[in-house]
């Protein structure tokens, strides 16, 4: 079984920073792509930033230059550092992973999601 566990959503005000963290946890053989969606009140879910095993980042139009995703494979964690955010900025993240566990083939993991709020 492999969890995939988010922390780090809060209130924040505008322009201020927040780093979500997420962490794969169970029988993991090897993790892949790591990354960062969101979903907005109703709005569809959105890319944030994806990063591969290898360190590769890509990240949604609109959050360029003011958030930053790394991860840690030792940890089997990815991270979002979150700068100058802006009230458009609140949503539920959702971490995914593409992971493969023992003895199975890999596949797409998702988080419960955790609150972030942008607002003075």
């Known amino acids: 079984q492999v969890q995939l566990v988010e922390s780090g959503g809060d209130l924040v005000q505008p322009g201020g920073s927040l780093r979500l963290s997420c962490a794969a946890s169970?029988?993991?053989?090897?993790?892949?792509?790591m990354g960062w969606y969101r979903q907005a009140p109703g709005k569809q879910r959105e890319l944030v930033a994806t990063?591969?095993?290898?360190?590769?980042?890509n990240y949604g139009n609109s959050v360029q230059g003011r958030f930053t995703i790394s991860r840690d494979n030792a940890k089997n964690t990815v991270y979002l550092q979150m700068n100058s955010l802006k009230s458009e900025d609140t949503a539920v993240y959702y971490c995914n992973a593409r992971v493969q566990p023992n003895f199975e083939t890999a596949r797409d993991y998702w988080g419960q999601g955790t609150q972030v709020t942008v607002s003075s």
């Open positions: 169970g029988s993991i053989f090897r993790v892949y792509d």
């Open positions: 990063i591969t095993n290898g360190g590769s980042t």
